[in-house]
């Protein structure tokens, strides 16, 4: 009898530890970093969302009519600043003209291959932020009815936010830089308008809200408040998006290289609207 | 078996427009976010005379979580279905009232980020420290107890003017 009890205890426990490995498996697979929506996933995502844009529109309006009353209330004064804007508008698009050209001729003799220049913007909404905190992306208001395609850069008008990591038809999800991903390194450029660093983004430190840079070596010159921005190496990322500004130096334990922590121009705790970055050869 | 799924569909999209209007972020947490869905799937669950169909609810709420707040697989479904199973046993444990509610919310929002925490490092998803998992469960109290309240006190009201029939 008490043999038969500890076979039957010896099963169940086989039982247990057989569907947590299974489970593992699944989990394994489907929290790998580039597996893609199927089909369902897709459809289900954009009824819900379509179904969840509904439900907030009444919140979206009340939200939009007291940003409107602020807008109003600043109006005379932008329209003054912009009035003598408009004036330098005609001599900075001739200059812009010139600055193409240039930037095409320098890209032929350095051989570089994506610059922002060469990208077109496509804006979104975003329509879902992530509640869980661990995962780190948001999703936006357009797909691949609009041409989203994965790997795309996602930036807003103080740099740089993210890629596109999945397509649906009606939206995107967009995984951010504050992702600690180890396949994910991002080579980025640290200038003071003078000399240039290159280096690697190499995380983020959820405590200081930095963004790491490793890869500089210690002879090398970067100071605090350098720019940081994509270099354009590795093909991805477009040369000269911003990223931050450096913050903070330290050596490593060998002394050899130094670790820079980047303070973000973005600030990834309020993103509301953002432009994916489309190459213009791209239909 | 209406009002039980109204109360998830408005919980559900409720974690979606609020996460629209609150600014936090994994390293800074707002003290107004927690996980709406867990909580009701708490307050529904003595509505259900059939464990099934609970377990299959919770399981069905975490599959529609991972599709559109998490961008994951499965993950929220074990998750939601692991807590319905916790948060069942200890119903039928504790008197219904709105101390033992809201104590097995907060343990139940604990537990899926302790869960969520574990299972991720274990698949290397991504690498956080236990400093900050405290500090997500701590910012995470405060809205589950108010929101477990209204939501108790709200069944409550509705079960004295219609009749909430078990689902059976």
Not at chain 1, 33 to 39: A, E, P, T, Y
Not at chain 1, 127 to 141: A, C, G, K, Q, S
Not at chain 1, 155 to 167: A, F, H, R, S, Y
Not at chain 1, 212 to 225: A, C, H, R, W
Request: with cysteine; aromatic share 10%.
């Amino acid at each position: 009898m008490a043999r038969k009890k500890t076979r039957n205890m010896r099963l169940i426990l086989i039982i247990i530890l057989i569907i947590a490995i299974i489970i593992i498996a699944i989990l394994s697979y489907t929290l790998t970093s580039d597996r893609k929506q199927n089909i369902f996933e897709g459809i289900g995502k954009d009824i819900i969302i379509e179904v969840e844009k509904v439900v907030a529109y009444p919140f979206d309006s009340i939200k939009k009519l007291f940003k409107n009353y602020i807008d109003l209330r600043n109006v005379r004064k932008e329209n003054e600043i912009l009035k003598s804007n408009v004036d330098e508008l005609n001599s900075l698009k001739a200059a812009n003209t010139e600055l193409e050209k240039e930037i095409k001729e320098l890209k032929d003799e350095l051989n570089i291959e994506h610059v922002l220049t060469d990208y077109s913007y496509l804006n979104a909404t975003v329509v879902n932020r992530n509640t869980n905190y661990w995962y780190n992306t948001i999703t936006i208001d357009k797909g691949k009815n609009n041409d989203i395609q994965t790997g795309m850069v996602v930036i807003n008008g103080k740099g740089l936010i993210g890629k596109v990591t999945n397509v649906s038809n009606f939206t995107a999800d967009v995984r951010l830089i504050t992702t600690n991903d180890s396949n994910n390194k991002i080579s980025v450029t640290i200038t003071n308008g003078e000399s240039k660093v290159i280096g690697l983004m190499n995380g983020y430190s959820y405590e200081t809200n930095d963004i790491l840079i490793e890869g500089v070596s210690n002879t090398q010159d970067v100071k605090v408040g350098d720019m940081v921005y994509t270099s354009g190496l590795g093909g991805v990322f477009p040369s000269g998006i911003l990223v931050g500004t450096v913050e903070n130096i330290t050596t490593d334990s060998y002394g050899l290289a130094k670790i820079i922590k980047v303070k973000p121009s973005v600030s990834f705790d309020d993103i509301n609207y953002v432009s994916v970055l489309k190459r213009s050869d791209t239909k | 078996m209406l009002v039980v799924i109204i109360f998830n569909i408005i919980s559900f999209f409720l974690q979606g427009i609020i996460s629209n209007y609150l600014n936090y972020t994994i390293s800074n947490p707002s003290l107004l976010s927690t996980i709406y869905t867990i909580i009701t799937i708490i307050i529904v669950s003595k509505y259900f005379d059939d464990e099934r169909k609970y377990y299959f609810l919770a399981f069905i709420l975490g599959l529609l979580y991972d599709l559109v707040y998490t961008n994951t697989f499965v993950l929220n479904a074990i998750l939601f279905f692991t807590i319905a199973l916790i948060a069942r046993y200890f119903t039928n444990l504790l008197s219904d009232n709105i101390i033992s509610v809201n104590i097995i919310s907060v343990a139940s929002i604990f537990i899926y980020h302790i869960l969520s925490f574990i299972i991720l490092g274990i698949i290397s998803y991504n690498t956080y420290n236990i400093k900050l998992l405290l500090i997500i469960c701590t910012h995470s109290i405060i809205m589950t107890l108010i929101y477990t309240t209204i939501m108790y006190l709200l069944s409550n009201y509705i079960s004295t003017k219609i009749e909430i029939k078990l689902i059976r």
